[in-house]
């Protein structure tokens, strides 16, 4: 599993009613039925991915995220959760807006275009980054709306968003060591928002 989808399930409460968006396979969905029984709904976008989460039994509903969470009524989960999508919607400060009104709190992580090695690839090499984290070309990713730590805490404190609990992971043992600045040695933030 992921480095930031097991601090996700080490955020979430055992008996949770959880939203997934963008849940991909049902991993994380999965895991949290098992591990603290917590029960939800996931919404994914790709075919393949949906029936990947219909094999494990984990309910999941086709839905583009652009298109807002209208179908679900204001506070009707504990905690909705996004992880490595953010940067893939067309509005990302919408759909946090849409989080936290379903959700009572929510999760997300993204990755952190404003890593050291993002910006040692655009200064040395004038390219985009490709990394573990980011494997995807300038035209094939989806990445569409790269966002660093400090642009997603600056957006929340202009949406009076709480930021509750953060931490950034990463997959170098370097970055791990040295931890500090954030916004320069995480590859990967999570953030658990209220608000």
């Known amino acids: 599993m992921r480095t930031d989808l097991n601090v996700v399930k080490s955020w979430v409460q055992p008996n949770a009613h959880i939203l997934d968006l963008g849940c991909g396979d049902g991993t994380l969905l999965s895991e949290l039925a098992a591990e603290k029984n917590c029960t939800g709904y996931g919404l994914e976008i790709d075919p393949k991915k949906i029936n990947a989460c219909v094999k494990r039994r984990i309910n999941v ?5 652009d ?12 905690v909705v959760v996004m992880s490595q999508t953010l940067q893939a919607v067309k509005y990302p400060d919408l759909v946090v807006d849409e989080m936290l009104r379903v959700g009572k709190k929510c999760i997300v992580s993204f990755p952190n275009f404003g890593h050291w090695r993002c910006r040692l690839q655009l200064v040395l090499r004038g390219r985009m980054p490709v990394s573990k984290t980011l494997p995807y070309h300038w035209y094939d990713t989806p990445n569409i709306h790269l966002c660093t ?4 805490q600056k957006t929340c404190f202009a949406k ?5 609990n953060r931490t950034v992971v990463s997959t170098s043992a370097l970055d791990q060591l040295i931890k500090k600045p954030a916004n320069f040695f995480g590859e990967t933030a999570i953030y658990q928002l209220e608000r």
């Open 61 to 65: 509903i086709e839905q583009d995220l």
């Open 160 to 164: 009076n968003i709480s930021i509750i």
């Open 149 to 152: 730590i400090k642009d997603f």
């Open 67 to 78: 298109t807002g969470l209208r179908n679900f009524e204001s506070q009707s989960f504990d």
